[in-house]
């Protein structure tokens, strides 16, 4: 059995301080021992029964499905709503881009609109001049752990009969006007990276209260297999099936979801503190109606007022061993999707301004308090000897 350390948490001031970690400190090992032993180390397991229960009561949906990653998730669920060639879905820029690469991966384009600055999330009034007579529906994203405005983009999909995929995958615990993330669409996907708030490696989920629709995503994601008749396939299937020895680290990680969420909101309240007061770092803006997801913290730097770019404090705060992330490339200027976005005309100042400026600054459960004061005051000195 691995002892545990007391101090394992804490980076010393001569150690690179990571962007991410899983905190893998409950029964982890304990329950993927379990699964190994019971030798039911595959796709079936009392595992994927245990988190699919579980996972869908923390979302408060009907049904949760274990999926083997968030981007396989968006894949099968398009598939699952009838999505394919000649189709557009809406897409916010600034994502990650599976989130684009799933609609691709049926054949559909994805359309590119602006985000909120207020939410950083998909911005509903740009919704309404998207829609095209191709448009099927909409993917939002809870971005760096914000909701996303369910009622405006509901009420739109809604008007245009269209479906409302919420891509959560960044979102664990976050909520909107009380209701939990995962449950604001009409179908929700998760990732379960090792970078996420709740992890097994690598994993997905799908959330829904449209039965019909979860057995489609059960069907396309285990081979197309008929539910009723074994090794007897009605329509062509995916294996994205996610296996018990992974449900296992789940099941472990939803036994102390609220610890770990609540953990990461003190890393969350530390770097409002220590970050207070320094000029032009922005932190993330929160939108009345909800509660933050702790993925990571974000904030935006204005080069004018720090004195430098967000790049160049990034390459200060590597000089200083501490590592960040920027925000996302828009999608609308990488390569695969630049040339249809010009073509539309697509402009999106809001989304360009943040991906410019944001940073994402080391997050995990539970750092400790001297390694976010590190991180503070080495961006604090940064910009005092600019």
Not at 21 to 32: A, M, T
Not at 257 to 280: A, H, M, N
Request: aromatic fraction near 8%.
């Amino acid at each position: 059995m691995i002892q545990k350390n007391p101090n394992a948490n804490q980076i010393a001031a001569d150690q690179m301080i990571p962007v991410a970690q899983p905190d893998l400190g409950g029964n982890e090992e304990k329950y993927v021992l379990d699964a190994v032993r019971s030798t039911w180390i595959s796709s079936t397991g009392a595992y994927v029964d245990r988190f699919e229960k579980e996972f869908a009561e923390f979302c408060d949906s009907k049904e949760a499905i274990a999926i083997c990653n968030g981007t396989a998730a968006l894949h099968v669920v398009l598939m699952a709503l009838g999505c394919g060639p000649g189709d557009e879905v809406i897409v916010p820029s600034l994502t990650y881009i599976a989130t684009a690469n799933a609609v691709r991966y049926v054949g559909a384009e994805p359309l590119f609109v602006d985000v909120d600055p207020e939410t950083w999330t998909i911005d509903p009034q740009q919704l309404e001049r998207a829609i095209t007579r191709k448009t099927k529906g909409i993917i939002s994203v809870d971005l760096y752990g914000h909701p996303i405005d369910a009622d405006a983009i509901n009420h739109t999909a809604g008007i245009h009969g269209l479906w409302h995929i919420e891509d959560a995958a960044e979102a664990h615990g976050g909520l909107y006007k009380g209701r939990p993330t995962g449950s604001l669409g009409d179908v929700a996907t998760f990732s379960f990276f090792g970078n996420k708030i709740l992890t097994c490696g690598e994993g997905g989920a799908v959330t829904t209260d449209n039965s019909q629709l979860a057995r489609r995503v059960r069907t396309l994601k285990g081979q197309g297999v008929d539910p009723n008749r074994r090794y007897f396939f009605p329509v062509t299937g995916y294996n994205f099936r996610l296996t018990n020895v992974a449900c296992a680290l789940l099941c472990a990680q939803m036994e102390r979801d609220k610890e770990i969420i609540t953990q990461r909101r003190k890393v969350f309240s530390l770097y409002d503190q220590f970050l207070e007061g320094i000029p032009g770092v922005h932190h993330q803006p929160i939108a009345e109606w909800a509660v933050q997801a702790p993925w990571l913290y974000s904030i935006t730097i204005d080069p004018k007022a720090y004195g430098m770019t967000r790049d160049e404090m990034a390459i200060e705060l590597k000089k200083r061993k501490i590592d960040t992330r920027p925000f996302f490339t828009p999608l609308h200027r990488l390569p695969p999707f630049v040339r249809e976005s010009e073509a539309r005309n697509e402009h999106l100042p809001v989304t360009d301004r943040l991906a410019s400026q944001g940073i994402n600054l080391p997050t995990w459960s539970p750092a400790d308090e001297l390694t976010i004061k590190r991180v503070s005051d080495a961006i604090r000195d940064i910009q005092a000897g600019a």
